[in-house]
């Protein structure tokens, strides 16, 4: 039910060989059908009605569903517009006696940007002394960019207790419609985690997880190997839309550029991205569906996670627009 053994110790050899952090393979891993099941498992297993759940805005749509089918109040805190690092004012003054779990996302879908060791640091000491969990989704901890490396909160001694990390084998192996991912979490909280996931999906499809553990111990650096692929295609895909009307925004991580788009409309985000798709051929992903009140900006998603020619194509059109 937790995860085939030769996953879960593979899982824990890695976490000590990338990152360096010590993972007990029975007692902390669970294997999940995709990172949308074990966010879902992690916020069931510790929010109950009437508690306060934080997410940060812009957010990966499944967060907030999940907290309110548990019964929970959600509690918006929009991240800076300038860089999407955490607003740490906004976010010090949301906290109350009945937040339960803190949501955060590095590297952050949809914009890019990365949490360093000093913002984990900074989340500790506003934690000190609350009865406030954390859940980390970290399924793109392998696609960060421009020299930096991946801070996961396990790597942070003072928060390590009280969080949830959850990671996506079909983020790190390109295969998202595979459906498997894992979270790790101390012994008493995965205790909790699995009680939800045991009445959920139960158990993840055993084939799938024996040629997981296979490739990881055949190939061991695959996933070392991704940064620097999908920042070529960050970095390629920028070029072709120079002379374009867009606006790019910094991206550190994920294979999402988010791109301004105010010198060529002033229509909504939505709007627009219908009108692309429709007019010129391209899609596109609105900012605003990923907040609760849309942004000031107006910014759309585009997946450089493509081949060359279709990079080229959809560039060739968007310079057009």
């Known amino acids: 039910m937790a995860g085939l053994p030769a996953l879960c110790e593979a899982i824990a050899e890695s976490a000590e060989r990338r990152h360096g952090w010590h993972v007990d393979p029975a007692s902390e891993v669970t294997v999940t059908a995709g990172g949308t099941e074990a966010i879902f498992a992690a916020i069931h297993a510790v929010v109950r009605a009437g508690e ?21 109040r959600v509690v918006r805190v929009p991240l ?22 803190l949501v955060v996302n590095t590297p952050l879908n949809p914009a890019g940007a990365v949490l360093s060791e000093s913002d984990w640091d900074r989340l500790a000491d506003l934690l000190v002394g609350r009865e406030c969990f954390l859940l980390s989704d970290e399924v793109y901890e392998s696609l960060v960019f421009d020299g930096l490396h991946h801070a996961g909160v396990l790597g942070n001694p003072r928060l390590r207790d009280r969080a949830f990390a959850v990671f996506s084998f079909g983020k790190t192996y390109n295969a998202t419609g595979w459906k498997v991912g894992y979270c790790i979490a101390a012994p008493s ?12 999906t139960f158990a993840v499809s055993t084939p799938v997880q024996h040629a997981i553990a296979d490739f990881m111990r055949e190939m061991p650096g695959f996933a070392d190997e991704l940064g620097p692929f999908y920042e070529a295609r960050r970095d390629r895909f920028a070029s072709l839309l120079e002379g374009s009307r867009f606006r790019l925004r910094p991206v550190h991580g994920t294979y999402f550029q988010l ?10 985000d939505v709007s627009f991205c219908e009108e692309l798709t429709r007019r010129h051929g391209v899609a596109a992903i609105p900012l605003s569906p990923f907040c609760d009140e849309p942004p000031a900006a107006r910014l759309v998603r585009f997946c450089f996670a493509k081949e060359d020619r279709t990079l080229e194509a959809a560039a060739a059109k968007l310079r057009a627009v």
Do not use: N
Request: proline share 6%; hydrophobic share 45%.
């Open 52 to 72: 306060e759940v934080i997410l940060l805005d812009p957010s990966y749509d499944s967060y907030g569903p999940a907290a309110e089918l548990a019964g929970a």
């Open 80 to 101: 800076s517009l300038a860089d999407f690092g955490i607003d740490w004012q906004r976010l010090a003054d949301a906290i109350s006696p009945r937040t339960r779990l």
């Open 189 to 200: 909280l995965t205790a909790e985690f699995r009680k939800v996931h045991q009445f959920l």
């Open 259 to 268: 791109a301004d788009y105010s010198a060529i409309s002033g229509v909504p």
